[in-house]
T-cell receptor
Framework: DQQVKQNSPSLSVQEGRISILNCDYT??????FLWYKKYPAEGPTFLISISSIKDKNEDGRFTVFLNKSAKHLSLHIVPSQPGDSAVYFC??????????????FGTGTLLAVQP | DTEVTQTPKHLVMGMTNKKSLKCEQHMGHRAMYWYKQKAKKPPELMFVYSYEKLSINESVPSRFSPECPNSSLLNLHLHALQPEDSALYLC????????????FGEGSRLTVL
């Protein structure tokens, strides 16, 4: 049972345009969400996070939006750059009865930014 | 120093071998993790250590044996593995449990023959 889903395995965007990566989750107990970026042959790198008490968090070119009622979050990258080309993982945690950091990852979306 | 260092980067072993994967961080983090990632799949949690004590074991087979000798080091001892255990093993750390952001190493690519 995949609790965190990224339904688009890949996305191609022109340089300078907006990239929108989507993520859906099923567990209403999740209260913290993160986006990680992964280049080939490297470990995932933290990008941005959002707590369930917020609906938006922004960091430079990256903005994460959370819609709790729809159990949906999205990552917006504006403007997209060729160096943003990587696999993006959505992850969620929470609801495990106490302080824990059990992250559940989505299946990832491969973003390709074309020059 | 914001790095999590994993060794070796690549490991090939037979099903009767005993080997270990090592992970080190010097960020003062008190929680450390092992994740397993198969090709085209998301990372899956295996173990969590908090203050050098095993906090979570995700029903991992006993042929994988974690060890946390001190707050900076995390080992994963491997014995009698199966070919289906071939995967990328990722180590991560965080300031503590429940702090959200995990810092990942580059991973150890394991091949079991």
């Amino acid at each position: 049972d995949q609790q965190v889903k990224q339904n688009s395995p890949s996305l191609s965007v022109q340089e300078g345009r907006i990239s929108i990566l989507n993520c859906d989750y099923t567990n209403s107990m999740f209260d913290y969400f993160l986006w990680y970026k992964k280049y080939p042959a490297e470990g995932p790198t933290f990008l941005i996070s959002i707590s369930s008490i917020k609906d938006k968090n922004e960091d430079g070119r990256f903005t994460v939006f959370l819609n709790k009622s729809a159990k949906h979050l999205s990552l917006h990258i504006v403007p997209s750059q060729p160096g943003d080309s990587a696999v993006y993982f959505c992850a969620a945690s929470g609801g495990y009865g106490g302080a824990t950091n059990k992250l559940i990852f989505g299946t990832g979306t491969l973003l390709a930014v074309q020059p | 120093d914001t790095e999590v260092t994993q060794t070796p980067k690549h490991l090939v072993m037979g099903m009767t071998n005993k080997k270990s994967l090592k992970c080190e961080q010097h960020m003062g983090h008190r929680a450390m993790y092992w994740y397993k990632q198969k090709a085209k799949k998301p990372p899956e949690l295996m173990f969590v250590y908090s203050y050098e004590k095993l906090s979570i074991n995700e029903s991992v087979p006993s042929r994988f044996s974690p060890e946390c000798p001190n707050s900076s080091l995390l080992n994963l001892h491997l014995h009698a593995l199966q070919p289906e255990d071939s995967a990328l093993y990722l180590c991560a750390s965080s300031y503590g449990l429940g702090t959200g952001e995990l810092f990942f190493g580059e991973g150890s690519r394991l091949t079991v023959l």
